[in-house]
T-cell receptor, first 114, second 119 residues
Framework: QKEVEQDPGPLSVPEGAIVSLNCTYSNSAFQYFMWYRQYSRKGPELLMYTYSSGNKEDGRFTAQVDKSSKYISLFIRDSQPSDSATYLCAMSDILTGGGNKLTFGTGTQLKVEL | GAVVSQHPSRVICKSGTSVKIECRSLDFQATTMFWYRQFPKQSLMLMATSNEGSKATYEQGVEKDKFLINHASLTLSTLTVTSAHPEDSSFYIC???????????????FGPGTRLTVL
């Protein structure tokens, strides 16, 4: 079993839809949770950063962390074609702290269609 | 936000040659830099972690004599793939953690990646 599981997709939605992206993990020591967006042939770009449990909102993006279920989500409201990309969840544990030594999911490929 | 650049963006080389990839933090000082490899439709796999002025720490299974990492300054790290072979063909991405007004503490900022093709 991988430490971080993420459905690779592809996920195809119409423009304006609400998108839900998810990751599950097995390491209870993970405390820092991140979502990165990666366009084709580009490096990942940080979207959201959350410490421990709870919700965080930034514009059309909302990140949720449920540590009791070892489950994190990224919601995208009013999705746009420009949101089409691969979304990677990443996390790190309390020992290495913060962004040190991230464990990544495989990424979910999202396509938002006109 | 914080910007990390990589050079070159794409390189094609012959088997047996060495290739150097540069990673620079443009608007912040990078105390730690990471090197990843990513195969098609797969996630990022950490290869090594480097701190400025000290030797890199390699992940299990990564040959340190094949993938030479130098972190000579707070804004530059280099990865040299020595005696490259076709199986080394991949997308190499660096990231950096640092300090400065444009960065979130302990957050990795990624470069755009370098696509290496070994013939």
């Amino acid at each position: 079993q991988k430490e971080v599981e993420q459905d690779p997709g592809p996920l195809s939605v119409p423009e304006g839809a609400i998108v839900s992206l998810n990751c599950t993990y097995s390491n209870s020591a993970f405390q820092y949770f991140m979502w990165y967006r990666q366009y084709s042939r580009k490096g990942p770009e940080l979207l959201m950063y959350t410490y421990s449990s709870g919700n965080k909102e930034d514009g059309r993006f909302t990140a949720q962390v449920d540590k009791s279920s070892k489950y994190i989500s990224l919601f995208i409201r009013d999705s746009q074609p420009s949101d089409s990309a691969t979304y990677l969840c990443a996390m790190s544990d309390i020992l290495t702290g913060g962004g040190n030594k991230l464990t990544f999911g495989t990424g979910t490929q999202l396509k938002v269609e006109l | 936000g914080a910007v990390v650049s990589q050079h070159p963006s794409r390189v094609i080389c012959k088997s047996g040659t060495s290739v150097k990839i540069e990673c620079r933090s443009l608007d912040f000082q990078a105390t730690t830099m990471f090197w990843y490899r990513q195969f098609p439709k797969q996630s990022l796999m950490l290869m090594a972690t480097s701190n400025e002025g000290s030797k890199a720490t390699y992940e299990q299974g990564v040959e340190k004599d094949k993938f030479l990492i130098n972190h000579a300054s707070l804004t530059l790290s280099t990865l040299t793939v020595t005696s490259a072979h076709p199986e080394d063909s991949s997308f190499y991405i660096c990231s950096a953690i640092g300090s400065g007004p444009r960065v979130i503490t302990d957050t990795q900022y990624f470069g755009p990646g370098t696509r290496l093709t070994v013939l």
